[in-house]
T-cell receptor, first 120, second 108 residues
Framework: GAVVSQHPSWVICKSGTSVKIECRSL??????MFWYRQFPKQSLMLMAT?????????EQGVEKDKFLINHASLTLSTLTVTSAHPEDSSFYIC????????????????FGPGTRLTVL | LAKTTQPISMDSYEGQEVNITCSHN???????ITWYQQFPSQGPRFIIQ???TKVTNEVASLFIPADRKSSTLSLPRVSLSDTAVYYC?????????FGQGTTLQVKP
């Protein structure tokens, strides 16, 4: 089956620093990827959508300058949390599908294992 | 995107069949219904997807009535390892809006 990996699985950083999280599709090409965050005891919240080779689309309320997303290849997307603060501490999860995000597609999303970010 | 409603929690015992029902009254013609399972500190895992009637795979069955305004995930003979949060999602793109899900607690 389709496998999505994330790296690192956990990271601890100091306030004010930037952290990059990688999301890779291991056995398929991911033309679309999605980034979510999840706080303890809560559901997943969609942050942004990216198509390979184009700019990411951010959900309302998500700061695009704070959460930089790059989807430069069909197997890799990165999320960079810039100038991280304790309130950015969360569980970040990516998903990938193998068809472009457009109406009429029904691609199944496969999720990565998640990255636990702790900002001190 | 169609909104879904599920019970917040359910309890069951090992060996029992568990049915989790999801309401999606505003489902669109092109929407599919997908269920995911999530364990603590892990990403969601795809369980099953369907459009209408019944779909079965090696881990679950999905029942969808003709009006498609609801769906039922059926887990046969659950075990302790099935304790998790189960999410019902409706849509026709990869963009998924998660509801609160159903926390299933399987007891010995």
């Amino acid at each position: 089956g389709a496998v999505v990996s994330q790296h690192p699985s956990w990271v601890i950083c100091k306030s004010g620093t930037s952290v990059k999280i990688e999301c890779r599709s291991l056995d398929f090409q991911a033309t679309t990827m999605f980034w979510y965050r999840q706080f303890p005891k809560q559901s997943l919240m969609l942050m942004a959508t990216s198509n390979e080779g184009s700019k990411a689309t951010y959900e309302q309320g998500v700061e695009k300058d704070k959460f930089l997303i790059n989807h430069a290849s069909l197997t890799l997307s990165t999320l960079t949390v810039t100038s991280a603060h304790p309130e950015d501490s969360s569980f970040y999860i990516c998903s990938a599908g193998d068809t472009p995000w457009e109406a009429g597609s029904t691609d199944t999303q496969y999720f990565g294992p998640g990255t636990r970010l702790t900002v001190l | 995107l169609a909104k879904t409603t599920q019970p917040i929690s359910m309890d069951s015992y090992e060996g029992q069949e568990v049915n989790i029902t999801c309401s999606h009254n505003n489902i669109a013609t092109n929407d599919y219904i997908t269920w995911y399972q999530q364990f603590p500190s892990q990403g969601p895992r795809f369980i099953i997807q369907g459009y209408k009637t019944k779909v079965t795979n090696e881990v679950a069955s999905l029942f969808i009535p003709a009006d498609r305004k609801s769906s039922t995930l059926s887990l046969p003979r659950v075990s302790l390892s099935d304790t998790a949060v189960y999410y019902c999602l409706v849509g026709n793109t990869g963009k998924l809006i998660f509801g609160q899900g159903t926390t299933l607690q399987v007891k010995p």
